[in-house]
């Protein structure tokens, strides 16, 4: 029987091999057993400051990497066993930055023409032509612009056009990559509201990356926030946006805008001392401790593990 979960990632890691000098060989750990699951359906929200781990996560779970340890299971199979091209009618990815990831040599159709051609998805050039065309307006693109090239796109209309293409092949799972951060803010909401439109249409579930909690709260059933390549926090978005627990999902929140000034005012702004560390250079115990105003001798002896508060608020800290 198939599990209720569409995507599990279980206690995954994946470390980069660095040298540090001459003969001097050590690991980055980008992702240090990160656990979470994803119902059909439904979105789950990754958000984190750059350099924590979100793309490695969403690589890793595509199979773009190999995962130095744990699982990513896939409608209960393992990802690691299943053949890539079979994973990747499941699974896409939407990415960053709509500028490098379309080739602007080639016209719209092309682009959402591979997917279609790699897996035979057609029978005839006019059922291809149909399906191009089908998606492009699925995705609020006008039909007549087919041939165009990339390049002749604003970034909105290419990210449409990446969407397009990661939907080309029906997919049940897509990984947006803070797929609205290259854009302007003006037209960022119309984005992830297509993102929103497009998942009641289709059923399909998300893991939606960004480092802006307000885009990722708007969108996300549930979210998680990771730190230095360990999920530090995981909940309902209500939950996580009215009763936050760990120290930095905190600090981030209180940098989030309120549209009601009296809430604002009441919300005092936690700015974080100090910098990230470099995950070469990783504190004992937990990770966020040296920022932390909580830490104490046991946040530098033991790194907390993400425990239940109930609900399936999950929280990694030894102070709360
Ligand atoms: N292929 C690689 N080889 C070595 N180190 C890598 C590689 N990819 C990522 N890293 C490192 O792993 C860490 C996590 O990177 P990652 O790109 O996953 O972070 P991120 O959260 O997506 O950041 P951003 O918000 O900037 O996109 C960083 O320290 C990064 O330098
Ligand atoms: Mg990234």
Same mark, same amino acid.
Request: with cysteine.
């Given at each position: 029987?198939?599990?209720?979960?569409?995507?599990?990632?279980?206690?995954?890691?994946?470390?980069?091999?660095?040298?540090?000098?001459?003969?001097?060989?050590?690991?980055?750990?980008?992702?240090?057993?990160?656990?979470?699951?994803?119902?059909?359906?439904? =979105?789950? @929200?990754? !958000?984190?400051?750059? *350099?924590?781990?979100? $793309?490695?996560?969403?690589? +890793?779970? %595509? &199979?773009?990497?190999?995962? =130095?340890? @744990?699982? !990513?299971?896939?409608? *209960?199979?393992?990802? $690691?066993?299943?053949?890539? +091209?079979? %994973? &990747?009618?499941?699974?896409?990815?939407?990415?960053?930055?709509?500028?490098?990831?379309?080739?602007?040599?080639?016209?719209?159709?092309?682009?959402?023409?591979?997917?279609?051609?790699?897996?035979?998805?057609?029978?005839?050039?006019?059922?291809?032509?149909?399906?191009?065309?089908?998606?492009?307006?699925?995705?609020?693109?006008?039909?007549?612009?087919?041939?165009?090239?990339?390049?002749?796109?604003?970034?909105?209309?290419?990210?449409?056009?990446?969407?397009?293409?990661?939907?080309?092949?029906?997919?049940?799972?897509?990984?947006?990559?803070?797929?609205?951060?290259?854009?302007?803010?003006?037209?960022?909401?119309?984005?992830?509201?297509?993102?929103?439109?497009?998942?009641?249409?289709?059923?399909?579930?998300?893991?939606?990356?960004?480092?802006?909690?307000?885009?990722?709260?708007?969108?996300?059933?549930?979210?998680?926030?990771?730190?230095?390549?360990?999920?530090?926090?995981?909940?309902?978005?209500?939950?996580?946006?009215?009763?936050?627990?760990?120290?930095?999902?905190?600090?981030?929140?209180?940098?989030?805008?309120?549209?009601?000034?009296?809430?604002?005012?009441?919300?005092?702004?936690?700015?974080?001392?100090?910098?990230?560390?470099?995950?070469?250079?990783?504190?004992?115990?937990?990770?966020?401790?040296?920022?932390?105003?909580?830490?104490?001798?046991?946040?530098?002896?033991?790194?907390?593990?993400?425990?239940?508060?109930?609900?399936?608020?999950?929280?990694?800290?030894?102070?709360?």
């Amino acid at each position: 029987m198939s599990s209720e979960y569409l995507v599990e990632v279980k206690d995954l890691k994946q470390y980069f091999p660095v040298s540090t000098g001459f003969m001097k060989k050590t690991s980055l750990k980008a992702v240090d057993g990160v656990s979470f699951s994803i119902r059909p359906g439904e =979105t789950l @929200g990754l !958000v984190g400051e750059s *350099g924590c781990g979100k $793309t490695t996560v969403g690589r +890793t779970i %595509l &199979r773009l990497y190999q995962p =130095t340890g @744990g699982e !990513v299971l896939f409608d *209960g199979r393992k990802v $690691t066993n299943s053949n890539i +091209t079979e %994973l &990747r009618k499941e699974m896409q990815m939407v990415f960053q930055d709509p500028y490098s990831s379309l080739d602007p040599r080639m016209t719209v159709e092309d682009i959402i023409g591979e997917p279609l051609d790699v897996h035979k998805l057609y029978s005839t050039r006019a059922e291809r032509r149909e399906k191009i065309l089908n998606l492009m307006e699925l995705v609020g693109l006008n039909a007549e612009h087919a041939r165009r090239y990339a390049h002749e796109f604003s970034g909105g209309q290419r990210q449409r056009i990446g969407i397009a293409r990661a939907l080309a092949v029906d997919p049940r799972f897509i990984i947006c990559d803070e797929p609205v951060s290259a854009l302007d803010v003006s037209i960022q909401a119309q984005v992830v509201n297509m993102f929103e439109d497009l998942q009641k249409q289709l059923g399909v579930a998300y893991l939606f990356i960004a480092h802006d909690l307000l885009i990722v709260r708007h969108i996300s059933d549930r979210i998680a926030v990771m730190y230095l390549g360990k999920i530090v926090e995981i909940a309902d978005a209500d939950e996580l946006n009215d009763n936050p627990q760990h120290p930095y999902t905190i600090s981030l929140l209180s940098a989030v805008p309120i549209p009601d000034p009296k809430i604002t005012r009441q919300r005092k702004r936690i700015i974080l001392q100090g910098d990230v560390p470099s995950p070469m250079h990783m504190p004992t115990g937990c990770a966020f401790r040296s920022r932390c105003r909580y830490a104490t001798e046991q946040c530098a002896r033991e790194c907390p593990s993400l425990a239940d508060r109930g609900n399936g608020h999950m929280v990694a800290c030894w102070n709360k």
